[in-house]
């Protein structure tokens, strides 16, 4: 079993920067690639930023690609979503997730564990 607890959320102005971080317990970090989604009202989850485990290969959405980071620290058991130059439409809940099996990180349902979310807004 794995927890996840988000934090670093809050408002933000359009074009600021904001780091989320997702501490993660229960089982070795190493063990798991780990993933960040958001959900906007009314909108699916989508994917947003992923790390694989071992090799620790970064994926990116598109919309995000050059202005947002992905990073862990195995130490801490922690993973980071450093979020740069945000836009209105980025307002969301923004989820941490944890993954055993290391494939289909571009998609929710490869992903085992997920955190209760924080809230990122963004205003214009």
């Known amino acids: 079993q794995v927890q996840l607890v988000e934090s670093g959320g809050g408002l933000v102005q359009a074009g600021g920067s904001l780091r989320l971080s997702c501490a993660a317990s229960?089982?070795?970090?190493?063990?798991?690639?780990m993933g960040w989604f958001r959900q906007a009202p009314g909108k699916e989850r989508e994917f947003v930023a992923a790390v694989s485990r071992i090799i620790a290969i970064t994926y990116y959405a598109d919309s995000v690609k050059g202005r947002f980071s992905i990073s862990g620290d195995n130490a801490k058991n922690t993973v980071y979503l450093q979020m740069n130059g945000l836009k209105a439409e980025e307002t969301a809940v923004y989820y941490c997730?944890?993954?055993?099996?290391?494939?289909?990180?571009?998609?929710?349902?490869?992903?085992?564990?997920w955190g209760q979310g924080t809230q990122v807004t963004v205003s214009s």
């Open positions: 229960g089982r070795t970090f190493s063990s798991y690639a």
């Open positions: 997730a944890a993954s055993l099996s290391n494939s289909n990180l571009l998609q929710s349902v490869g992903y085992n564990y």
